[in-house]
């Protein structure tokens, strides 16, 4: 048998280093609400209420602050932790994983600085994968439109949930309507976030997001979207509205 033939297969990877240098150098300004991130900063009540929701339904949790205790939780892609420190402070056994170096390390010291124990991760979920690691809850949120590889992501993501567990993702609708709000407004008009942070071309439908993981032996539960007001300048979630923003939960 020949050397090559003793070779490993390769692992597609699903880090996007350009979309990572980008993310990578906002630095501090993850925790600055009024700047790049304030978008995230503003619809982050509505997230975490959808996946308090969504958490207890699922594992009949108790109605508590720390309502989350008896969960495992990976958020991939948590950036500097602006959802993972919630997770931590609702009694989650959380994992922050993001494949930007400067994230984790601002993440870690924003954490750090406010008492949280969070367990951070400069990996990919590939990495965990891997590894064989198990969460009863992933959770990726407006992460899916930015890896290299949707795919061999969908798969990694599905892999690393056990059996029983909770998948729950946000991301953009690739529809007219999320490129004239979320692409021409937000970027170039609002500037509510910098100017080609997304690909409209990634942007997935919910039924294209709904395959990849059923795909993995996973049952789609919820597709809700998540929809801005202009005139109080709030997000509030809809069970009709998709056409821009929407989260889309799936059980094990």
């Known amino acids: 048998?020949?050397?090559?033939?003793?070779?490993?297969?390769?692992?597609?990877?699903?880090?996007?280093?350009?979309?990572?240098?980008?993310?990578?150098?906002?630095?501090a300004k993850w925790w600055d609400e009024s700047g790049p991130m304030r978008p995230?900063?503003?619809?982050?009540?509505?997230?975490?209420e959808y996946i308090r929701r969504m958490l207890s339904d699922h594992f009949d949790l108790p109605d508590t602050v720390k309502s989350?205790?008896?969960?495992?939780?990976?958020?991939?892609?948590?950036?500097?932790?602006?959802?993972?420190?919630?997770?931590?402070?609702m009694g989650a056994d959380v994992t922050g994983v993001d494949a930007g170096k400067e994230n984790i390390?601002?993440?870690?010291?924003?954490?750090?600085?406010?008492?949280?124990?969070?367990?951070?991760?400069?990996?990919?979920?590939?990495?965990?994968?891997a590894k064989g690691a198990q969460y009863d809850v992933v959770?990726?949120?407006e992460i899916v439109e930015h890896v290299a590889d949707v795919e061999e992501f969908m798969r990694a993501l599905c892999q690393i949930l056990r059996p029983g567990g909770m998948l729950i993702m946000s991301t953009l609708n690739r529809t007219p309507k999320s490129y004239a709000l979320g692409i021409i407004a937000a970027e170039y008009i609002l500037r509510w976030v910098p100017a080609g942070t997304h690909d409209w071309k990634k942007f997935l439908k919910p039924s294209e997001l709904a395959k990849h993981i059923e795909e993995h032996g996973l049952e789609v539960?919820?597709?809700?979207?998540l929809?801005?007001?202009?005139?109080?300048?709030?997000?509030?979630?809809?069970?009709?509205?998709?056409?821009?923003?929407?989260?889309?939960?799936?059980?094990?």
Do not use: W
């Open 1 to 27: 048998m020949t050397k090559k033939n003793l070779k490993k297969p390769v692992r597609k990877s699903t880090v996007d280093a350009a979309e990572i240098a980008q993310f990578d150098s906002l630095g």
């Open 40 to 48: 995230l900063h503003r619809l982050n009540p509505v997230r975490m």
């Open 68 to 89: 989350l205790q008896a969960l495992k939780i990976a958020d991939i892609g948590c950036g500097g932790g602006i959802v993972t420190e919630p997770l931590c402070r």
């Open 105 to 129: 390390k601002i993440a870690k010291a924003h954490a750090e600085a406010h008492g949280l124990k969070i367990n951070y991760l400069a990996t990919s979920v590939e990495a965990l994968a």
């Open 139 to 141: 959770t990726a949120l």
């Open 221 to 225: 539960t919820d597709v809700r979207g």
């Open 227 to 252: 929809v801005f007001n202009p005139l109080d300048r709030a997000f509030s979630l809809s069970a009709t509205d998709m056409d821009v923003n929407y989260f889309l939960t799936a059980t094990k």
